[in-house]
């Protein structure tokens, strides 16, 4: 905004410089007395000012913007008419030494007297016309930013909607697991409870910025590999790694967790063995994380999870990383992997 106001001076600066200009233009060749430069200067200027601000302030928001070009255009052509006369009573009244010391047209140095006239009515149009110019870029401006608000409203209220979307899902996937555990090893069932408390702390306390520290996710990731463990058998085996240093990195939260869930969901298998492997590197600015796991599609009649993860995660990344990231998924040979790289 405050860009936008320094534009506004300097066209007004601009304007008035022209303006300013124009009597020096057409009393080019004249002496400029003092009489000749009140006559030939000051009260144009005075009248352009007029023009200009009447315009400005008033008739081209009540008529123009308001699609009442006619009224507009007859209302500028009286007021014009109007100081056009006016400036001639001054010079008849006031000024008449300047007449009767004006040479025949014949030895004037300047343009003939009525070309002079005609250049008058168009030099009386020019502060209309640059009025006209500047509030109209003035409004684009103004409705450019009121855009901009809009659309920046629209994503963080999409964005929002997204994350919600997300922690119901993901703690109703957490739930599914620990269900599992209940019959099967209620100790382990008690940690697991223990350790979501501490996952779901971060998704509601820790999560409600645009951005996050990536060492911070990567905790959040370790924490959550480690009690999707807890209900594994030895027929699974889960390989992990994360840079070891804190790469100084921030970014959006939770963009990788439904891949990591989606690796536990359809990469484990209770009879067949099984890999999931995770890894994640940084390399500049940029995150590249890829994960593979054996892929043991999910019978019809299992209506655990909502499906909704991987639709989140690429709506996400489309809305905070357009044109900044690459997402590629590929089930080869009964392997599922995911490619993604952030440029942040």
Do not use: C
């Amino acid at each position: 905004m405050y860009k936008n106001k320094n534009i506004i001076i300097a066209q007004h600066l601009l304007i008035w410089l022209v303006l300013f200009s124009i009597p020096f233009a057409l009393s080019y060749g004249q002496n400029l007395e003092t009489g000749r430069l009140i006559a030939h200067f000051l009260i144009p200027v005075l009248f352009y000012a007029i023009i200009f601000y009447l315009n400005f302030f008033i008739l081209i928001d009540k008529f123009l913007f308001a699609k009442k070009t006619l009224i507009f255009v007859v209302l500028n052509i009286i007021i014009i008419g109007f100081f056009m006369l006016a400036k001639e009573f001054i010079e008849d009244n006031f000024f008449s030494m300047l007449i009767k010391n004006r040479p025949p047209e014949n030895e004037r140095v300047g343009p003939p007297f009525k070309l002079f006239i005609y250049i008058q009515m168009l030099t009386y149009a020019a502060p209309l016309l640059f009025s006209i110019a500047i509030k109209t870029t003035k409004r684009w401006v103004r409705t450019e930013a009121e855009r901009k608000e809009a659309d920046n409203f629209k994503l963080q209220t999409e964005l929002q909607h997204l994350r919600y979307q997300l922690q119901p899902h993901f703690f109703f996937n957490s739930l599914n697991n620990i269900y599992s555990l209940v019959d099967i090893s209620p100790d382990k069932a008690k940690s697991t409870i223990h350790s979501l408390g501490k996952l779901m702390r971060y998704l509601l306390y820790e999560t409600n910025t645009e951005m996050v520290p990536l060492s911070k996710e990567i905790e959040f990731m370790r924490k959550y590999i480690e009690l999707m463990k807890l209900r594994l058998t030895d027929k699974t085996t889960v390989e992990s790694s994360f840079p070891i240093s804190e790469p100084q990195i921030n970014i959006a939260p939770l963009l990788f967790i439904s891949l990591i869930e989606n690796a536990f969901k359809h990469g484990v298998s209770a009879n067949k063995e099984s890999v999931i492997s995770i890894d994640m590197i940084t390399q500049d600015s940029s995150v590249i994380f890829q994960i593979e796991n054996y892929n043991f599609p999910k019978e019809d009649t299992d209506k655990s999870g909502s499906g909704i993860g991987l639709p989140n995660l690429e709506k996400r990344l489309h809305l905070l990383y357009p044109n900044k990231h690459e997402f590629v998924q590929e089930i080869k040979d009964g392997i599922y992997s995911v490619y993604l790289k952030i440029i942040t």
